[in-house]
């Protein structure tokens, strides 16, 4: 199993990666023992402390978060419950631990709060994890799935690839998900919105038709967003063959001037449904 892993981080990523050799990075983290800092404070939307103890589990998964940039687009809170979700109804045990430095802890809290992530979180200010085991610098590389002793079974963040959440998903429950074997084809007709200029006070809201096209049902994976002001809404539902699937889109404007915001649909075809929308938001004083 350590082979077919290898090889294929080694395919998703060997055009990516570019920092360090990719067969290096693999020898190196698969099947280290990861190491965590002594006393870990845990709280709850980043405030209130936790009572939470790392503690050995079936499975554990570590997503560590460093940066002082658009922390809300790397923590991908709402993929990140989907996956929990998932993992629950199909009776996987996981332990999550979230590790996060940043150095405006306020800023961490609000996103944690807007987000309504509840789940354990620990702002680490002092970047101990990432001293006590060196994490490679490609931050696709700073999440890990970890067995009851902590050694590291597959490494890469399975919000950012499908590939790796299946693998993730194939350890952890045992066997594929079942949309994995049925494949289908979709499209959207209009992929490309452009909202034109609009005031600046209130979300903008589009809806995307998705049209199965294919003769398995289409079921929705993951979604990747480029900003944590970009939320989206669907029915999770499978979608028959000939149906569509109404995929809405909710901007919420950060500041004025143009934007123009990719969201990744990640379903079960054969690459992801790209959706974009764009347009002008309007300075305050020119508001109605």
């Known amino acids: 199993m ?3 892993a ?5 395919l998703l990523f060997s055009c990516s990666e570019k920092k360090q050799s990719l067969p290096e990075l693999l020898e190196t983290w698969q099947g280290k023992v990861v190491s965590f800092p002594t006393n870990p404070v845990f709280t709850r939307y980043g405030k209130d402390t936790v009572d939470f103890n790392i503690h050995p589990s079936p499975y554990t998964i570590l997503f560590y978060v460093d940066s002082n940039s658009c922390v809300d687009c790397k923590l991908k809170l709402n993929e990140w419950k989907q996956f929990k979700q998932e993992v629950d109804s199909s009776g996987g045990e996981v332990q999550y631990l979230f590790f996060i430095h940043n150095k405006r802890p ?9 987000g309504n992530f ?10 101990e994890l990432d001293h006590l085991n060196q ?16 050694r590291v079974l597959v490494v890469g963040d399975p919000m950012r690839n499908l590939e790796i959440r299946n693998l993730y998903l194939k350890h952890i429950l045992g066997m594929q998900p079942d949309w994995v074997k049925l494949e289908t084809t979709a499209i959207v007709d209009d992929p490309i919105k452009d909202v034109g200029e ?25 979604v ?4 944590g002001c970009m939320q989206y809404e669907y029915d999770k539902k499978p979608v028959d063959s000939g149906k569509e699937l109404i995929f809405t889109l909710i901007y919420t404007p ?10 990744l649909v990640r379903c079960n075809t054969n690459k992801a449904i790209k959706i974009i929308l764009k347009g002008k938001i309007k300075p305050a004083q020119q508001e109605l």
């Open 254 to 263: 950060k500041h004025s001037g143009f934007f123009s915001e990719t969201v």
């Open 135 to 150: 994490f490679p610098e490609d931050e696709q590389f700073h999440a890990f799935l970890l067995d009851r002793n902590f």
């Open 118 to 127: 509840d789940w354990p979180v620990c702002l680490d200010q002092k970047n």
């Open 224 to 227: 990747a967003t480029t900003c």
């Open 106 to 114: 306020k800023y961490v809290r609000n996103i944690l709060r807007s």
């Open 6 to 10: 290898a090889i294929l981080l080694l």
């Open 2 to 4: 350590k082979r077919i």
């Open 198 to 222: 609009i005031a600046g006070n209130k979300p903008v809201r589009h809806s995307f038709k998705i049209r199965n096209t294919g003769l398995s049902p289409l079921i929705v994976t993951d």
